[in-house]
């Protein structure tokens, strides 16, 4: 046996039921949910025929709660509670959002995740997104239900290459609280690349470039045998279509002669500029047209070509995004065998051909940008309810042990935990230990223990050749790769010098069921010593802190007691001290017993003469302990 096997999903479900799943692409400024109908993946409208719902949800006064278009409508009236671009907020911490300021929210700085405070009360953004997600679920299951499918399988969730843990796990809990069964989290860019069917097409490198409302994300992909592994990931978290509106914005303000307008002629004049940036992706010129609160109108044209003109450096921004991006992979232009573009913002004619001229290609554009990510993830969402989606049929496997490496003192870093689903990828810097050091022992192993003495050795190879520097200047990445098959390889290379070197292994070579059984085991037994340990030494500050007080008693009134009195607790006191610090926990568990009851009386005693002291006008703090 090699791999833990998980029942095909589905297999048990009667035949005539179809399992049907979701993809969401749950974006910071509109969010989609998509599925795969009869081998076709198609994003799903609302009852207008929308598909893009606006991430924006709006609390009212009276518990009504409006999420989408509705809600962008009070953008401009009640921005307090009108929560817009929520992701930014997910999983971070006040001091984490270093623009909050400029943000109209009357924040609360809660330990761990930053709430904020509307009219409804106190509102996480996990709270916030459930809101969007529940919206969507609810949209798929009035496209979907039917008498052959009574509820929706499960959903992948699309989130960005560079969300760490915590904002992970808070798009893992806004989605459980808006009832979706979540199948797995999906990077935007692969996403993107599976709508394209790269994971289908030639190995190479594929960089993803994504503009949208609020954020530009450039992803640089490697893909090799139906695994994706980003290879680097930038970009600018405060660059996207938004700052174009600006742009645009501040060029009518020049245009109409106004100075400084009050916030809700901003926001009017902004969603105004909007719109005609859209229309310029499409048409030679648009009109802006306004009536601001003092009664003044608004009435500016603008050609594409002005409006190019005026945006070229932002356009300028993104591809030095790109080309650090490409410097951190290590790669050059030449190395990239596609590129695909995703977002809104890259409908903008003058974005496409910045991209062409720097990549030399041009850009995948046949999926609408606006939707290959939730594409994307509908497809992996289907996969994943093991529907066949064409022969591409993704193995759902795990990993029985974890993988790791070992490192000094005999440790073991894990670098693929157990139960990771494959096909899985991932690498780690370590760097070497002494000055000058030019070969480096890969020792990988598999199990839960934390020391390499007590796993499983898979492999041992040297990486040879690292160009003496001093400790710790080196930086060797180590790729562990499992693919579909469970077949480990192991690569390491030296960033500095590009030295590289790599072993196969099969990773559960030789481990039966009952090896696999017994090292989970002895896993959780070595849980059980580290608990056990804790209660020992509980135990032993306690009982420590009954030694003192005992002492400290005999001490101050050995003459409330007789001499057999005394000498019997002296006696208990001594087997105590005798075994405390020991480490047998039954025994210093009896001997404390023992002891804390055979002085009993004694403190009773302790106790009436302090009464009466205090009653003879002492004061209770004055008192011997
Ligand atoms: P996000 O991923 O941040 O939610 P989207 O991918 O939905 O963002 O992109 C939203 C941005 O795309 C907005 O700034 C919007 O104005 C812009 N956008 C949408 N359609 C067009 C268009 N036709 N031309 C130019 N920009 C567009
Ligand atoms: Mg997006």
């Not at 693929?416 to 020792?443: C, L, V």
Request: hydrophobic content about 45%.
């Amino acid at each position: 046996m090699a791999l833990l096997q998980i029942a095909e999903p589905g297999e048990d479900a009667s035949p005539h039921q179809r399992r049907v799943a979701i993809g969401i692409d749950l974006g910071t400024t509109h969010s989609l949910v998509a599925t795969v109908r009869s081998s076709v993946p198609e994003v799903l409208a609302d009852d207008d025929g929308h598909v893009l719902l606006p991430s924006i949800v709006h609390y009212l006064p009276n518990n009504d709660v409006r999420i989408g278009a509705t809600a962008q409508a009070a953008q401009a009236d009640d921005p307090k509670n009108t929560i817009v671009s929520v992701k930014r907020l997910m999983g971070r911490s006040l001091k984490d959002i270093a623009y909050a300021e400029n943000l109209p929210y009357d924040f609360v700085d809660a330990p761990g995740m930053v709430q904020v405070r509307t009219v409804q009360g106190v509102k996480s953004p996990v709270e916030v997104s459930a809101q969007i997600l529940a919206t969507l679920r609810q949209r798929a299951e009035d496209a979907l239900l039917s008498g052959s499918v009574r509820e929706i399988a499960g959903a992948v969730i699309t989130v960005p290459a560079y969300f760490d843990d915590a904002q992970r796990q808070a798009t893992k809990d806004a989605a459980k609280l808006a009832g979706l069964e979540v199948l797995r989290l999906l990077n935007e860019p692969t996403a993107a690349a599976l709508a394209y069917g790269l994971d289908n097409a030639a190995e190479g490198i594929y960089a993803v470039y994504d503009l949208g409302g609020g954020t530009f994300d450039i992803s640089i992909l490697k893909l090799t045998r139906g695994v994706f592994e980003v290879l680097a990931t930038g970009g600018d978290s405060a660059l996207g279509g938004d700052d174009f509106d600006h742009r645009l914005f501040c060029w009518v303000l020049e245009q109409a002669q106004l100075s400084l307008l009050n916030p809700h002629d901003t926001r009017l004049l902004m969603i105004k500029a909007r719109a005609a940036k859209e229309a310029l992706s499409t048409r030679p010129s648009a009109t802006i047209q306004a009536r601001l609160s003092d009664g003044t109108w608004v009435n500016v044209t603008i050609t594409a070509e002005t409006f190019a003109a005026i945006t070229r450096h932002l356009v300028q921004k993104t591809m030095v995004a790109t080309r650090k991006a490409l410097r951190d992979a290590k790669l050059g232009i030449e190395d990239v065998q596609g590129v695909v573009l995703v977002g809104g913002s890259t409908r903008m004619p003058t974005v496409r051909q910045a991209v062409e001229e720097f990549f030399k290609r041009a850009p995948h554009v046949d999926i609408d940008p606006d939707q290959v990510v939730a594409i994307g993830a509908a497809i992996q969402a289907n996969q994943l309810v093991g529907n066949r989606h064409g022969d591409d049929w993704l193995l759902l496997d795990v990993i029985p042990l974890s993988l790791g490496l070992e490192t000094m003192g005999g440790l073991v870093e894990k670098i693929i935990p157990r139960n990771s689903t494959i096909p899985t990828a991932r690498a780690q810097e370590f760097t070497t230990y002494k000055d000058g050091q030019t070969a480096m022992a890969i020792h990988v192993v598999q199990g839960e223990r934390e020391l390499v003495s007590d796993c499983r050795s898979l492999a041992r190879f040297e990486l040879r050749g690292i160009p003496p520097m001093t400790a710790g200047a080196a930086r060797i990445r180590v790729t562990f790769q499992v693919d579909a098959d469970g077949l480990l390889s192991v690569s390491a290379r030296e960033t500095v010098s590009g030295v590289e070197a790599s072993i196969d292994v099969k990773p559960s070579y030789g481990l039966d069921d009952e090896a696999i059984a017994r090292m989970l085991h002895e896993g959780a037994a070595a849980a059980r010593d580290d608990m056990n340990a804790r209660n020992l030494r509980e135990q032993q500050v306690d009982a420590r802190r009954l030694i003192d007080a005992t002492q400290t008693a005999l001490s101050h009134d050995a003459d409330l007691l007789d001499e057999a009195e005394r000498a019997r607790i002296e006696t208990l006191l001594a087997s105590l001290t005798q075994c405390v610090e020991g480490t047998d926990l039954n025994r210093i568990k009896q001997a404390s017993t023992a002891l804390a009851s055979g002085t009993e009386e004694f403190a009773a005693r302790r106790m009436n003469r302090s009464i009466q002291q205090a009653l003879a006008g002492r004061r209770v703090d004055e008192l011997a302990p």
